[in-house]
């Protein structure tokens, strides 16, 4: 079964820095994986979305890379802002057939001005 | 503007009321699922929905219901609540079995 972790479980820098957020799972059978923003007591923002025949994908100031073989995703954070204060999830499509897409527990960034 | 809508956002309810959430995508999707999310556990899915008059089993089905008689409607039942199915609930849609996947704002229910 497919398991998704993201260490660290939360993360504070202070505004300006460069940062990258990790994800690992465990079965490098999957379809893509997507990266998502869940603001307090808020829904699920999709951020990127990577195909397993990509390496990386890149949206404004957020980089995604994929190693498949390793099992192995960063979203790499230019420039932080306050603003960028979230948790941040990992996600993986997985299973033929069921297509589920498996979730890891997410890292909590806190941005400090 | 594309999205995905629930209703209600908030809810208190006794046990054994029964009680649906709403889920309305005006995207076109195929696809739809509802998670729940609790603290320490992260996202599980409940129940999801290839198609109209499709769907299947997720992660933690049990205590919960869902139909899918329209494409852009996805409830979910809740037959006879319990306190342990209080949680946020987050229903989701996308395009094809591993398409980008969109979620609704979430539906905070207690069950007392």
């Known amino acids: 079964k497919q398991e998704v972790t993201q260490i660290p479980a939360a993360l504070s820098v202070p505004e300006g820095e460069n940062l990258v957020l990790n994800c690992s799972f465990t079965d490098s059978a999957i379809y893509n994986l997507q990266w998502f923003r869940q603001d307090p007591g808020k829904g699920l923002t999709s951020l990127l979305l990577i195909q397993s025949s990509q390496r990386e994908q890149t949206s404004g100031r957020l980089n995604a890379s994929l190693d498949k073989s390793s099992g192995r995703s960063t979203l790499y954070i230019a420039a932080s802002q306050p603003g960028d204060s979230a948790t941040y999830l990992c996600?993986?499509?997985?299973?033929?057939?069921?297509?589920?897409?498996?979730f890891g527990k997410g890292t909590k960034l806190s941005v400090i001005p | 503007e594309a999205q995905v809508t629930q209703n209600p956002r908030y809810l208190i309810t006794v046990t054994g009321k029964k009680l649906t959430v709403t889920c309305s995508q005006n995207m076109n999707h195929e696809y739809m699922s509802w998670y729940r999310q609790d603290p320490g556990l992260g996202l599980r899915q409940i129940y999801y929905?290839?198609?109209?008059?499709?769907?299947d089993k997720g992660d933690v089905p049990e205590g919960y219901k869902v139909s899918r008689k329209e494409k852009r409607n996805f409830p979910l039942i809740l037959e006879s609540p319990s306190p342990n199915q209080t949680s946020l609930y987050f229903c989701a849609s996308r395009t094809g079995a591993v398409g980008e996947q969109y979620f609704g704002p979430g539906t905070r229910l207690t069950v007392t």
């Open positions: 929905s290839m198609n109209v008059e499709v769907t």
């Open positions: 996600a993986v499509y997985s299973g033929a057939g069921s297509y589920q897409l498996t």
